[in-house]
């Protein structure tokens, strides 16, 4: 049941597993490259110099910079380039050159890039994919820079955080783009149920209990959910993830246990849909739409779907918020990060922050169902205002959430590690071990990747 983020490329919202394949990729591939990389001469166009993560930014803004973005060239080709033009105006002298890299195999490019010494001076990253740049000195810590550092009141202080890395004190990337989003749900199958329509589940307690009701009333023909809990629902629960340290993960306590003991009672029951195991966010977003599943999470993109492919279900929505134990919803982020080797940090750093200020994210979040990172930019009316359509009362309601809003998914939780998790807590739900047995061996394995790098 994990909320939205951003997709690079659409920037439309989807539950992690639909998230850009390059992220899929393994984050040890990408680290393994970038410690060969901070021993390589670096001496591509673009980048070079000292290879300090904390290099002086100060100077005059000028000369040559090479930005790279995830897959957004086909549909934000004519935004990108008016931004670049506008901030060479303001700035003679300079020039920005565009890269827009596909979404496949991004990861990979990263990394060959980083190998190779041709890092471009402002990338496009989730914190994921910064953290092992960050690691191996390759990435600007925006905090040490003086230049860098003075923005830091600017971005909301989740946002700002969100590439921070447990080992490291320091910031990695200018914050971009936010998402999260709500919880959907069928208030046809809720009445049919016998359970109010008007009052969705707020807790997990309330979740579970209307989960097993509604699949006692319909004979298990109706799941509530239709995904196995990834990282971000322990976080959501309330679970620790981490040791305070950041050196092991701990979401294996007692309160983990529980979670996923409370998730094999729903499959049990049929209210975890049997599919769950192997489902996409394609196929959950399908059961939803036939009416097979009561409950999915989604985004105001979703609502254009609905009325087009299930008008039905669209008369019946139900928009709630995302549960959560914490009080704090989950919620994605994409950033810009400089890269410490540039031979023109004033103007990538300058170009970092242009793209991210406070009037182009707002700029931005205008054309596509994104959410701006900058303090204050949440209080806009658009944010804020509804006008009696469904768009924007998810709008306003994501918007809300975001401001005290967290990102559950660790940094260093790499794709290798959320597949151990994965296949773990299938072989709980399927009774093949124990929900505490399940999590000792997922935490196990992914203590092990993670010494491995």
Known sequence: MSASEPVAGTVAVARRPKESPAVRISRRTLATAVVVAALLPLSACGTGGDDSSSGDASGKIQGDITFQTWNLR???KPYFEGLISDFEHKYPGTHVKWVDQPAEGYA???SAEAAGGSLPDVVNVSPDLAAPLAKAGLALDLDKDKTAAKYRSEYLPGAWSSTAVPGLSGTWAFPWYLNTGPLFYNKALFKE????PDQPPKTYADLFKDGLEIAKKTDGKVAT???VPAIEDFGRYGVPQMNKEGTAFAF???KGVELLTKYKELYDAKALDPQALAATPESAGHKFLTGAVAMNPGSALDLKNFKTQAPSLYKNIGITDQITSTGHANMYVMGLLVSSQSKQKPAAVAFAHFVTDAQHQMSFAKKVAIFPSTAGSLDNPYFTKE????ETRVRVAAAKSLKTAVNYTPVLFSDQ?????QQEVAKALQGKQSPKQALDNAVKAC???LKQG
């Not at 006008?387 to 469904?390: A, K, L, M, V």
């Not at 590690?417 to 998790?421: P, S």
Request: no cysteine.
């Open 108 to 110: 990979d490019k990263i």
């Open 417 to 421: 590690m959320k597949t151990a998790l």
């Open 193 to 196: 149920a016998g359970l109010n």
């Open 252 to 254: 294996n306590d007692a």
């Open 447 to 449: 203590d092990q990747l």
């Open 387 to 390: 006008d009696g359509t469904d």
């Open 74 to 76: 086909a549909n934000f």
């Open 225 to 227: 959910l239709s995904n």
